[in-house]
């Protein structure tokens, strides 16, 4: 017999997917390239994403304008099939810009949301409750909440999380707390679907219960990930274990090395999907050595021709 976390998890599955990629934002000099934006969202499908995350932060939303945020999601949802789910980014630090993302996120038709932890400001968990659930009120889109305290300053403590649970719209968790233990007791405690958003944790958060990854370096590695999201749902642990350890180098040298929007973008460009590995200041793109570096860890791997 099915259970509501069962009818919770293939509902968010339908609204979210299960192999996503924080998608990168192509730059052309000063401003968005967005062929190139629709050349990654294509490349990205067809290496196995069914989730493209459009504006998170590997999407340099910080330094992106609300106009170009609009932009970006029509031209992505329009590069790709219909069955491929765009969510948008619509977390900030302010609550009004926030909610404002979400209304250009639904006039643009994104299926989606991601409101990450409003960060630097350091919101009491009171606050963080209260700011997720105007931010889940402003649309009837399925919202997935991001809890990444090394980025954000404060985590989505278990207990907010548990008291989310209760709002309609809000149906999952991208999970890069570092804190399994914690997941765990969300997961045991409420019906939220969990994502990992820690490649380096994707086994162990699938192997807890996650049905999917919203990741940094599915930018190259989207085809073996998709395959471990199939092997964990068969309870084939020991294989899925295998493709984690064979990526543990490719992931490390993507995500440990420099900001993960710095290096997937430069792997791209290695691998001609887009033509330049240009970023917004304050973020600098990879230097010729950092380069270097990616490119010998790619070919070692088989993930450059």
Same mark, same amino acid.
Not at 146 to 162: C, F, H, K, N, Q
Not at 204 to 223: F, I
């Given at each position: 017999?099915?259970? +509501? ?10 609204? $979210? ?6 998608? *990168?934002?192509? $730059? ?5 390239? $967005? ?8 490349? #990205? ?6 989730? /493209? ?12 304008? $609300? ?8 031209? =992505? ?21 926030? @909610?404002?993302?979400?209304? +250009?996120? =639904?006039?643009?038709?994104?299926? !989606? ?24 009120? %402003? ?17 989505? &403590? ?11 719209? @809000? /149906?999952? =968790?991208?999970? %890069? ?20 958003? &820690?490649? %380096?944790?994707?086994?162990? #958060? ?6 999917? =990854? ?53 792997? #791209?460009?290695?691998? !001609?999907?887009?033509?330049?590995? %240009?970023?917004?200041?304050? *973020?600098?793109?990879?230097?010729? &050595? +950092? ?15």
């Amino acid at each position: 017999m099915a259970t +509501q976390g069962d009818s919770q998890a293939a509902q968010a599955t339908a609204a $979210f997917g299960r192999v996503g990629t924080a998608m *990168l934002t192509p $730059f052309k000099g000063e401003d968005v390239d $967005f062929d190139a934006a629709q050349a990654v969202a294509e490349h #990205l499908v067809n290496t196995g994403n069914d989730m /493209l995350v459009v504006s998170g932060t590997t999407g340099e939303s910080p330094t992106t304008s $609300f106009d170009e945020k609009g932009d970006l999601l029509r031209a =992505v949802k329009e590069a790709v099939p219909e069955h491929v789910r765009i969510v948008a980014g619509i977390g900030t630090n302010d609550t009004r810009s926030s @909610i404002a993302n979400v209304e +250009q996120a =639904v006039e643009a038709g994104a299926h !989606g949301l991601l409101a990450v932890t409003p960060y630097y400001s350091k919101p009491s968990q009171a606050a963080i409750a209260a700011h997720m659930r105007a931010v889940a009120g %402003a649309s009837d889109l399925p919202l997935m909440l991001y809890d990444i305290p090394g980025r954000s300053g404060v985590p989505i &403590e278990a207990e907010t999380l548990i008291e989310l649970a209760d709002c309609p719209t @809000i /149906l999952a =968790v991208k999970d %890069a707390k570092g804190d399994i233990a914690s997941s765990i007791e969300v997961m045991a405690k409420t019906d939220l679907v969990y994502y990992s958003g &820690e490649d %380096a944790l994707n086994l162990p #958060l699938l192997a807890a219960g996650a049905v999917g =990854v919203v990741s940094v370096a599915g930018h190259v590695v989207a085809r073996p990930l998709s395959e471990m999201v199939d092997l964990v749902a068969a309870n084939d642990i020991a294989s899925a274990r295998r493709l984690a350890l064979d990526l543990v180098s490719v992931v490390d040298a993507i995500m440990n090395h420099m900001p993960g929007v710095v290096s997937a973008k430069a792997c #791209l460009e290695l691998m !001609g999907v887009i033509p330049s590995r %240009a970023v917004r200041m304050p *973020l600098l793109p990879a230097t010729p &050595e +950092q380069v270097d570096f990616l490119r010998r860890t790619l070919e070692g791997h088989g993930f450059l021709q």
